[in-house]
């Protein structure tokens, strides 16, 4: 078992790479659908001393592999949405307790303390399937808020809004969730002039509204709600961390997350300076599946760390195919 302390006591880029390269030889040891991939690719796992050679697995094998590091009993299985006959993906969680350590450390390192907040949820694509992960979070986080405000919204709208109104003229902190078409939604029908409030959108129109450029779609939710900027998290089924904009789409991780970014035409190398690539994620909560994903999301990342979701691959735009099969 790999110690979760070494994982969230990170404190600087060295201690970082030390304790990637030591999950990589873990989870090479002892994931075997990992282990296969890497042999796939002629990887010899004591040649790897940097975090540039570790390969990625394809975000792809949580659709077709159970992905998994240890053989204890499975406490949580988190799906992603998928339409009609697509598969989805399974992300096998077999230590629940990391995902909880994750997400609550994120929210402290770039929010502060949760119980300064009432957190308002308005993901209604999310709530009316099980098996969502941000469900997971976000109910946690509704407790761990202690008022009695924090909540749930489905459909009831014009609730929320007069709740978020009264809240926030209250001069109580508030952290508004949603998804982006249900944000949306509820500008249609209301206008707000908040003073108090973080909206947050997780992204997605889930086919419900036309697909909008951030910099339109942040400069609508600014408009609507009076606020100067809109917060986004970056997360997926496949990861146990999160990653934060406090605006301006410009992401940060926490500290035991980093991305990389890799050249679209050649998967094994990567680019910098701002460039665009495909995103790779190292998530070193993901001890127990594969902290070592190679996601099918465009973006760029920036001398300091920070990054850009730009969009996502088209299927007939991923070069080195082969790293797809297995």
């Known amino acids: 078992m790999f110690p979760a302390s070494d994982i969230f006591t990170i404190s600087s880029q060295k201690q970082f790479e030390k304790v990637a ?6 989870q090479h040891e002892h994931n075997n659908v990992y282990r296969e991939f890497c042999d796939y690719l002629g990887v010899d796992s004591q040649k790897v001393k940097s975090l540039e050679k570790i390969p990625f697995l394809p975000i792809s094998f949580f ?5 998994m590091t240890d053989e204890h009993p499975v406490q949580q299985i988190f799906t992603s949405s998928g339409t009609t006959g697509m598969a989805t993906s399974r992300h096998l969680v077999t230590d629940v307790s990391l995902y909880e350590e994750s997400y609550r450390r994120a929210f402290a390192q770039f929010y502060g303390n949760i119980e ?3 957190v308002l949820a308005l993901l209604p694509s999310y709530l009316e399937r099980g098996g969502s992960s941000l469900i997971y979070m976000v109910d946690d986080l509704i407790k761990l808020s202690n008022n009695p405000d924090s909540g749930f919204y489905l459909h009831n709208q014009e609730e929320l809004a007069v709740k ?3 809240l926030d003229e209250a001069g109580q902190n508030v952290l508004l969730i949603g998804v982006t078409y249900a944000l949306l939604d509820m500008l249609e029908a209301h206008q707000f ?10 992204g997605g129109m ?4 036309k697909e909008m450029i951030r910099e339109e779609l942040h400069a609508v939710l600014c408009k609507g709600f009076g606020v100067h900027s809109i917060h986004s998290e970056y997360g997926m089924t496949e990861l146990l961390s999160q990653a934060y904009s406090l605006g301006d789409g410009i992401f940060e991780c926490p500290d035991w997350m980093r991305i990389l970014v890799r050249d679209t035409e050649d998967a094994l190398s990567y680019v910098d300076g701002g460039k665009t690539g495909g995103i790779n994620v190292i998530d070193l909560a993901n001890i127990n599946s594969c902290a070592f994903i190679a996601t099918q999301d465009l973006g760029k990342k920036y001398a ?5 979701v730009l969009g996502r691959f088209d299927h007939s735009d991923i070069r080195g195919c082969n790293l797809m099969v297995m």
């Open 21 to 26: 390269l030591k999950v990589f030889r873990f």
């Open 63 to 67: 659709k077709s592999h159970d992905v």
């Open 116 to 118: 300064d907040y009432a």
């Open 164 to 166: 978020l109104k009264m």
């Open 193 to 202: 002039s908040l003073q108090n409030t973080i909206i947050m959108e997780t």
């Open 206 to 209: 889930k086919g419900r509204r």
């Open 304 to 308: 300091d760390g920070s990054f850009e």
